[in-house]
T-cell receptor, first 113, second 116 residues
Framework: KQEVTQIPAALSVPEGENLVLNCSFTDSAIYNLQWFRQDPGKGLTSLLLIQSSQREQTSGRLNASLDKSSGRSTLYIAASQPGDSATYLCAGSLYSSASKIIFGSGTRLSIRP | DTGVSQNPRHKITKRGQNVTFRCDPISEHNRLYWYRQTLGQGPEFLTYFQNEAQLEKSRLLSDRFSAERPKGSFSTLEIQRTEQGDSAMYLC??????????????FGSGTQLSVL
């Protein structure tokens, strides 16, 4: 059974710091991977999608990378701001079932002003 | 593009009652997903549709759960004989899958179910 682990479960840092969130899959045969943001009581917003032929995606202060050999992904947030406070979830699908997308439990991020 | 719409936003019901939720995906999206999320956890996959066909269903989904997507447009998720353990946020998502698969998911705001 494919499982997705996100470390750390929670993180609190002062404003302005750069930070890295981690995600790992028990099965490294990842077809594609997405990072999402979720605010309390709300749905999820897609931040970055790394498709099957890609290894990295960037959007503004966010950069996501995927190491398919190990089944690990990182989300890098540069120059963090209080508005970045949210839960960040990674989700992926496997080559064996490319349409079934499964999620980690998320990292709850708090940026202190 | 009005986004993915879910109704109702909140539903409170008594144990044993049936409930039905509706999801309207982004109009050109051919894939539709249902997920369930409890506090502090990531969304759990329940089922997904490619157009009107239900292609995969999680083993988490008991016989009390049924989902439909008539005509490949909106979808409904019904829970019969609700139990307190069904209390959760039910999330719908849609995506477009073309010749090059692009599974960027767009989520609705969810339906929060409370079973008393």
């Amino acid at each position: 059974k494919q499982e997705v682990t996100q470390i750390p479960a929670a993180l609190s840092v002062p404003e302005g710091e750069n930070l890295v969130l981690n995600c790992s899959f028990t099965d490294s045969a990842i077809y594609n991977l997405q990072w999402f943001r979720q605010d309390p009581g709300k749905g999820l917003t897609s931040l970055l999608l790394i498709q099957s032929s890609q290894r990295e995606q960037t959007s503004g202060r966010l950069n996501a990378s995927l190491d398919k050999s190990s089944g690990r992904s990182t989300l890098y947030i540069a120059a963090s701001q209080p508005g970045d406070s949210a839960t960040y979830l990674c989700a992926g699908s496997l080559y064996s079932s490319a349409s079934k997308i499964i999620f980690g439990s998320g990292t709850r991020l708090s940026i202190r002003p | 593009d009005t986004g993915v719409s879910q109704n109702p936003r909140h539903k409170i019901t008594k144990r044993g009652q049936n409930v039905t939720f509706r999801c309207d995906p982004i109009s050109e999206h051919n894939r539709l997903y249902w997920y369930r999320q409890t506090l502090g956890q990531g969304p759990e996959f329940l089922t997904y549709f490619q157009n009107e066909a239900q292609l995969e269903k999680s083993r988490l989904l008991s016989d009390r759960f049924s989902a439909e997507r008539p005509k490949g447009s909106f979808s409904t998720l019904e829970i019969q004989r609700t139990e307190q353990g069904d209390s959760a946020m039910y999330l719908c998502a849609s995506s477009f899958s073309g010749t090059q698969a692009n599974e960027k998911l767009f989520f609705g705001s969810g339906t929060q179910l409370s079973v008393l």
